[in-house]
Structure formats: structure tokens, C-alpha cells
């Protein structure tokens, strides 16, 4: 079998995930030209730059690079495990935590203060993140939770 070009297969998970080259660079903190390089092959990521872009791709460094040309003595540096989520995603899932959390108590006589104070101690993290630069998925998933907190807050 020959192996796919590690170039081919970012460029393939980038345009999966909707992004632009300038997008997954913003994210890696590398440049807009250091993304093209390596997506046409003209260099190979280090082992850092593989290791943030699992992270981003949500798989294992090894996955990332298993059945392409990455170098298998920098494969075998690789690290094994990554972190996947970044801290705003983090925060989502707490928030979604808070509104299931919410739905439980919705008999609770102190449902309504109880819900206003979820809601106000989220209020200055949307300010933060609608200041912030988000893909499109970053803003569907803000925009959802958003508006099912409004509606926990608002219900019974």
C-alpha cells in the first residue's frame, strides 16, 4: 500500500472541519504559509506542530500519522495521549452541565433565583466569547447554549 502524503491528509481534516489554512494556523499558532508547506509537502510538521494538530483533529498523534510519509523516527517520538478540547469547549460542557443541573430542579420552590444565578455567573463568559475569534462550529455551539439557558431561566 503506498502511503498517503502527511500533507494530503491535514489539508484533508482541515477542509473537513471547515476550517481555512489561516483558521488551523491561528489555532496552532503557527503561519498561514507554514500550514500550506506543510499541506503540499514542502516541509514536515515537528513533533509539536503533529501534537496540537491531533489535539484539534480530536485522535491520537500516532493515528495522525499512521499509513503516511511522516518519518517513522519522529512518529516514534510522538507523544501518546493529547489534549482534544480547548478550554472554551471545556467551558461548554460545564455550562451543559449547569442547565442539566437546571432541568432537575425545576420543581424546586427557589427554581427561578436558582436559575438567575446560573445565569448571571455566565453572562460575563458569553461577553468574553462573543469578543473572541470563533469558527463557525465555536459560534453554533455558544449561540445553542445561549439560548437554552435564556430558556431554563425563563421556564416554569
Request: hydrophobic share 40%; charged share 30%.
Amino acid at each position: 500500500m503506498v502511503p498517503k502524503r502527511i500533507g494530503q491528509r491535514i489539508a484533508e481534516l482541515r477542509q473537513q472541519h471547515g476550517w481555512t489554512q489561516q483558521e488551523m494556523a491561528d489555532r496552532l499558532g503557527i503561519s498561514r504559509v507554514a500550514v500550506s508547506h506543510i499541506e503540499a509537502d514542502i516541509s514536515f510538521p515537528g513533533e509539536r506542530t503533529v501534537t496540537l494538530l491531533a489535539g484539534l483533529f480530536k485522535v491520537s498523534p500516532q493515528i495522525l500519522v499512521e499509513g503516511t510519509t511522516y518519518p517513522q523516527a519522529k512518529a516514534d517520538r510522538l507523544p501518546r495521549l493529547v489534549c482534544s478540547y480547548t478550554e472554551f469547549e471545556v467551558e461548554i460542557a460545564l455550562l451543559e452541565n449547569d442547565i442539566t443541573w437546571l432541568d432537575k430542579l425545576r420543581d424546586c420552590p427557589k427554581y427561578k433565583i436558582i436559575a438567575l444565578e446560573v445565569r448571571e455567573k455566565w453572562q460575563p463568559r458569553f461577553v468574553k466569547w462573543e469578543n473572541a475569534i470563533f469558527d463557525q462550529e465555536d459560534k453554533r455551539l455558544l449561540e445553542d447554549v445561549k439560548i437554552r439557558l435564556v430558556q431554563a431561566a425563563q421556564s416554569r
